[in-house]
């Protein structure tokens, strides 16, 4: 079974900084999805990016990047130039490519962000 | 994107009876469609797979007496909560992937927050 852990109960960063927040996982898969959401305190969850475990590139999506170390099975998400309307739960997600697995997810327990003004 | 839509986004029950919580895909077919449990400032945890024509899968632990799931139509699946009792308050939340689609992206409603008195 694969597990998803982010050590990163909490985080802080200031306005207009840079975080990143942690996330491994464990799989003996090969070919797999990552993914991180956020969750704001309307609890639903919004896509920020996703990344192919067969893409060595990291996936970019404006102010979000990640940095995915397959080998490390590490998974990390970095925010530039934070904004007050990023402070959410954060949570880092795997993904089967097994199509027996079609779309199920297996979670991280989440990372809460406070962005201090 | 896709459209998940869930109903209702907040139900309160008396202790002892049931309540059915409706998750839709409104613009795309799912053929699989999966129930998630979320307690305050928790990660999400699978409850079941719900099987378009056929009988869900439950996660372990997951009692399947007390959680019915219905996928009677590619574009809904029912979860209800039987003789619901105080410790099965909590947010409830679907997703689906698209029938047919990548297994790139699973969309999700916007949950169902539960209260049982």
């Known amino acids: 079974a694969q597990t998803v852990t982010q050590s990163q109960p909490e985080m802080s960063v200031q306005e207009a900084e840079t975080v990143t927040l942690s996330c491994t996982y464990d799989t003996s898969e090969s070919d797999y999805y990552l993914f991180w959401y956020k969750q704001p305190p309307s609890r639903q969850m919004i896509l920020v990016i996703r990344?192919?475990?067969?893409?060595?590139q990291n996936a970019t999506e404006n102010r979000f990047s990640v940095n995915f170390q397959k080998a490390a099975k590490s998974f990390s998400l970095k925010i530039s130039d934070s904004q007050l309307g990023d402070a959410a739960m954060y949570f880092c997600?795997?993904?089967?490519?097994?199509?027996?697995?079609?779309?199920?997810?297996?979670f991280g327990d989440g990372t809460t962000l406070t962005v201090k003004p | 994107g896709a459209v998940v839509s869930q109903h209702p986004s907040r139900v309160i029950c008396k202790s002892g009876t049931s309540v059915k919580i409706e998750c839709r895909s409104l613009d795309f077919q799912a053929t699989t469609m999966f129930w998630y449990r979320q307690f305050p400032k928790q990660s999400l945890m699978l409850m079941a797979t719900?099987?378009?024509?056929?009988?869900?899968?439950?996660e372990q632990g997951v009692e399947k007496d007390k959680f019915l799931i219905n996928h009677a139509s590619l574009t809904l699946s029912t979860l209800t909560v039987t003789s619901a009792h105080p410790e099965d308050s909590s947010f409830y939340i679907c997703?689906?992937?698209?029938?047919?689609?990548?297994?790139?992206?699973?969309?999700f409603g916007q949950g169902t927050r539960l209260t049982v008195v």
């Open positions: 997703s689906a992937s698209r029938t047919g689609g990548s297994n790139t992206e699973a969309f």
């Open positions: 990344q192919e475990a067969y893409k060595q």
């Open positions: 997600a795997y993904r089967s490519a097994l199509n027996t697995n079609a779309g199920k997810s297996t």
């Open positions: 719900s099987n378009e024509g056929s009988k869900a899968t439950y």
